[in-house]
């Protein structure tokens, strides 16, 4: 089992800016993709964020287009999601996650991800 390290969760007021972190082991992450996954309260695991291992693809949910913007460090083995205009529809728990099938390019199903860090909280306030 691949040990993430998710962090950078907080409260934060409605059209404030949050960047979470996710780091991996070296050598888990070079050529797989990840993504970030939240989960509202009462509400299922969902989708938010892919990229692929080059970090040259990218895939938002429509929630978050335009706000939202993942990106990987290769050299800190860390990916980010860096969280602008934020609403408090985004309040949830964030996960990020790690697929262990090279074929994916961008996983955007829960299923797709073998990996999952701890989650981090994010509370956005009116």
């Known amino acids: 089992q691949v040990q993430l390290a998710d962090s950078g969760g907080g409260l934060a007021q409605a059209g404030g800016s949050l960047r979470l972190s996710c780091a991996a082991p070296e050598g888990a992450f070079s050529s797989l993709a990840m993504g970030w996954f939240r989960q509202p309260p009462g509400k299922e695991r969902e989708f938010v964020a892919g990229?692929?291992?080059?970090?040259?693809?990218?895939s938002y949910a429509d929630s978050v287009k335009g706000r939202f913007t993942i990106s990987r460090d290769g050299y800190k083995n860390t990916v980010y999601l860096q969280m602008n205009s934020l609403k408090v529809e985004d309040t949830a728990v964030y996960y990020c996650?790690?697929?262990?099938?090279?074929?994916?390019?961008?996983?955007?199903?829960?299923?797709?991800?073998?990996?999952w860090g701890q989650g981090t909280q994010v509370t956005v306030s009116s």
């Open positions: 996650a790690l697929s262990s099938n090279s074929h994916i390019l961008i996983g955007t199903h829960y299923g797709e991800y073998d990996h």
């Open positions: 990229i692929s291992w080059s970090g040259g693809s990218t």
